[in-house]
Antibody
Framework: QVQLQESGPGLVKPSETLSLTCSVS??????????WSWIRQSAGTGLEWIGR???????SYNPSLKSRATVSADTSNNQVSLELASVTAADTAIYYC???????????WGRGTQVTVSS | IQVTQSPSSLSASVGDRVTITCRAS??????LNWYQQKTGKAPKLLIY???NLQSGVPSRFSGSGSGTEFALTIDSLQPDDFATYYC???????FGQGTKVEI
């Protein structure tokens, strides 16, 4: 079955760049049916969509992140990545990758990874 | 487009019928999704397109509504259903603030 697994540092210093990877198994991220999204959850802001990438490489982002986010794909390793620049304590959250079906809903989620921003 | 859920929490017993509502700030036709989240776990899709049951989800869950008013109903609440529920609209990909269903 298809599985998503997030990985990356659990601690990032303020003003640095947060980098996470989502490894997809059981399906190819190049199959032209799904988008691949990053979503985060914190006690302060709840669930918040960050951005997504399609098989063509086209991306879209939540405007509230003010261009700090970059989502990319490594098709040779079947991975999707997230970079979030200039982080602050407000970026402390659990980060999930999720499969978006037809651009309408997320039908498969990774387990999530906790990221804390602190010096 | 914002979505607002109510109530923010509720207490119920096994066997109860529970209804959670979600209101959109403007018409989203039938484009509303519902998720269940248990403590320490990722959200799980229950209902998409307002009323379509995701594969593998028990039939005691149902969704209804259109325009700006939507509802998630759980018939005969089971012990496994105590969790937090979120609505989500796909146009700007925003979530409601959640409804915690407690014993």
């Amino acid at each position: 079955q298809v599985q998503l697994q997030e990985s990356g540092p659990g601690l990032v210093k303020p003003s640095e760049t947060l980098s996470l990877t989502c490894s997809v198994s059981g399906d190819s991220i190049t199959r032209g049916v799904y988008y691949w999204s990053w979503i985060r959850q914190s006690a302060g802001t709840g669930l918040e969509w960050i951005g997504r990438i399609y098989t063509t490489g086209a991306t879209s982002y939540n405007p509230s992140l003010k261009s700090r986010a970059t989502v990319s794909a490594d098709t040779s390793n079947n991975q999707v990545s997230l970079e979030l620049a200039s982080v602050t304590a407000a970026d402390t959250a659990i980060y999930y990758c999720a499969r978006e079906n037809g651009g309408h809903y997320w039908d498969l989620w990774g387990r999530g990874t906790q990221v804390t921003v602190s010096s | 487009i914002q979505v607002t859920q109510s109530p923010s929490s509720l207490s119920a017993s096994v066997g109860d019928r529970v209804t959670i509502t979600c209101r959109a700030s403007q018409s989203i036709v039938t484009s509303l999704n519902w998720y269940q989240q248990k403590t320490g776990k990722a959200p799980k899709l229950l209902i998409y397109g307002a009323s379509n049951l995701q594969s593998g989800v028990p039939s005691r869950f149902s969704g209804s509504g259109s325009g700006t008013e939507f509802a998630l109903t759980i018939d005969s609440l089971q012990p496994d259903d105590f969790a937090t529920y979120y609505c989500q609209q796909p146009f700007t990909r925003t979530f409601g603030q959640g409804t915690k269903v407690e014993i």
